[in-house]
């Protein structure tokens, strides 16, 4: 069995391999490593109503992956939540 803080800890590498924050880019937002991609772009797509594949068309900088891991990532994060 894998002890929960081992848990937390594979999610964080996890996200900090898809996204990144620095003051330097975008005002310090969260965006999609290796871009200047802002996350909530991806969210704001998908809640527009427009597909996945629109979203990566528009942001070539952005890889698939990286969309989907945030995505699981972000599912995850909300399934755990006491909200």
């Known amino acids: 069995m894998i002890h929960s803080a ?9 996200a900090h391999t ?4 620095s003051p330097d880019v ?3 937002a969260m965006v999609f490593a290796g871009t200047r991609v802002p996350a909530q772009s ?3 797509y998908l809640a527009g ?3 996945l594949e629109e979203f990566l068309e528009d942001f ?6 990286q ?13 755990e939540s006491q909200i």
């Open 6 to 14: 081992r848990i937390s800890s594979m999610k964080t590498e996890t």
């Open 18 to 21: 898809v996204i990144s924050r």
């Open 26 to 28: 975008m005002s310090g």
């Open 42 to 44: 991806l969210l704001d």
């Open 49 to 51: 109503g427009h597909p």
């Open 60 to 65: 070539p900088t952005v890889r698939r992956e």
């Open 67 to 79: 969309a989907l891991e945030l995505l699981s990532y972000l599912k995850e994060t909300l399934a």
